[in-house]
């Protein structure tokens, strides 16, 4: 198949993560793959890197008519057979056509006035399907299909000494956009009475200087790293001891993936993406949001339960594999694609 994907995307991100993972997986499938997306510093060269053309618009706002007309032009060049638009902006800015199918991905609760020229919709959980049937979409367009997360082989870690970090102390990796919604200054909250215990924070974001502020006030500047925005996630699993996904808000969360996936024992906490599937005590350590108590009693239950540990890892790994490996979603991709261009050719 020939496939454009498209994506506005902001400077670091899960989604825009989860994107260039998508496109390099496709491809590597066999598929003709062209990218149109922002540019960036980080995720360009990663597509070409992989042998894709991408390219680079600016996804302004309303007074934007180039982007639209550019993609459109685009199209007609590459004669794609399906169009992929991930999140709203893409969606709003890439044209639909009858000589392709416009299939919108969605990983939240955006609201349906963009997406008015899809044609079908894919949503990364089944509430998010919910969502957009009780929105007038017809179910028959609507596939739910999991995110994946790959296990990136490795036999590298990270050197704890370069992040003044003891190499017998319990070590938690937590990673995500610096924002508000990930909860971050609720993990450090409960780090603060989980003495000798240590954080790595990987990401950037808006919140990057309130939360050091806060390391600050909770007397956390030994114990807790902001290690900014990493491309070497297997060693940072590798490395760490345990995985603390906390966030408030997180319609999907693909870190609780990644963190079965390498084999990570895994505390999350209930935000609607990681409750949907995510089972408490059997693949993980589940608390409520913004429950530092509870949190801090996950980390402590973790910390002294090795025979925990290593359930949570083994069932972990068996939902990974079963449900949210490359192949598993890929194949999903295909089959949903090709039943579309299957309809057109009826």
């Known amino acids: 198949?020939?496939?454009?994907?498209?994506?506005?995307?902001?400077?670091?991100?899960?989604?825009?993560?989860?994107?260039?993972?998508?496109?390099?997986?496709?491809?590597?499938?066999?598929?003709?793959?062209?990218?149109?997306?922002?540019?960036?510093?980080?995720?360009?060269?990663?597509?070409?890197?992989?042998?894709?053309?991408?390219?680079?618009?600016?996804?302004?706002?309303?007074?934007?008519?180039?982007?639209?007309?550019?993609?459109?032009?685009?199209?007609?060049?590459?004669?794609?057979?399906?169009?992929?638009?991930?999140?709203?902006?893409?969606?709003?800015?890439?044209?639909?056509?009858?000589?392709?199918?416009?299939?919108?991905?969605?990983?939240?609760?955006?609201?349906?006035?963009?997406?008015?020229?899809?044609?079908?919709?894919?949503?990364?959980?089944?509430?998010i399907k919910r969502y957009l049937m009780e929105n007038g979409v017809e179910e028959e367009r609507i596939r739910h299909i999991n995110n994946f997360a790959e296990?990136?082989?490795?036999?590298?870690?990270?050197?704890r000494a370069a992040l003044d970090t003891p190499k017998d102390a319990p070590l938690l990796l937590s990673l995500g956009r610096l924002h508000e919604s990930k909860a971050f200054d609720t993990l450090m909250r409960a780090v603060k009475d989980v003495p000798g215990t240590y954080l790595w924070i990987a990401g950037e974001g808006p919140q990057r200087v309130a939360l050091e502020q806060l390391r600050t006030a909770l007397g956390l500047e030994d114990r807790v790293k902001f290690l900014g925005w990493r491309n070497d996630r297997a060693a940072l699993f590798k490395t760490a001891d345990i995985c603390v996904f906390p966030s408030r808000y997180e319609p999907f969360g693909t870190v609780f993936v990644q963190?079965?996936?390498?084999?990570t024992p895994l505390i999350t906490s209930a935000a609607d993406g990681p409750k949907q599937f995510v089972r408490h005590e059997e693949d993980g350590l589940m608390f409520?949001?913004?429950?530092?108590?509870?949190?801090?009693?996950?980390?402590?239950?973790?910390?002294?339960?090795?025979?925990?540990?290593?359930?949570?890892?083994?069932?972990?790994?068996?939902?990974?594999?079963?449900?949210f490996s490359k192949e598993k979603t890929i194949k999903a991709y295909e089959d949903y694609f090709q039943s579309m261009l299957n309809k057109r050719n009826v």
């Open 1 to 127: 198949m020939r496939i454009l994907q498209s994506l506005a995307g902001a400077e670091h991100g899960g989604a825009e993560t989860a994107f260039v993972d998508t496109c390099i997986a496709m491809k590597e499938a066999g598929h003709m793959i062209e990218v149109v997306t922002r540019a960036n510093a980080v995720r360009v060269p990663r597509l070409e890197r992989a042998g894709i053309k991408v390219h680079t618009l600016p996804f302004g706002g309303r007074v934007d008519f180039y982007t639209p007309w550019r993609i459109a032009r685009i199209a007609r060049l590459f004669k794609p057979d399906i169009v992929q638009c991930w999140m709203s902006r893409a969606a709003a800015k890439t044209p639909a056509s009858k000589n392709y199918e416009k299939v919108c991905r969605l990983g939240g609760y955006y609201k349906t006035k963009y997406f008015r020229t899809a044609d079908y919709f894919i949503t990364i959980t089944p509430d």
């Open 288 to 323: 409520p949001v913004d429950d530092v108590a509870s949190l801090t009693h996950s980390i402590k239950q973790m910390i002294e339960d090795k025979v925990l540990q290593a359930r949570l890892v083994e069932n972990g790994y068996e939902r990974y594999i079963n449900e």
């Open 259 to 263: 963190a079965w996936a390498q084999k």
């Open 151 to 159: 296990t990136e082989e490795t036999k590298d870690i990270v050197d």
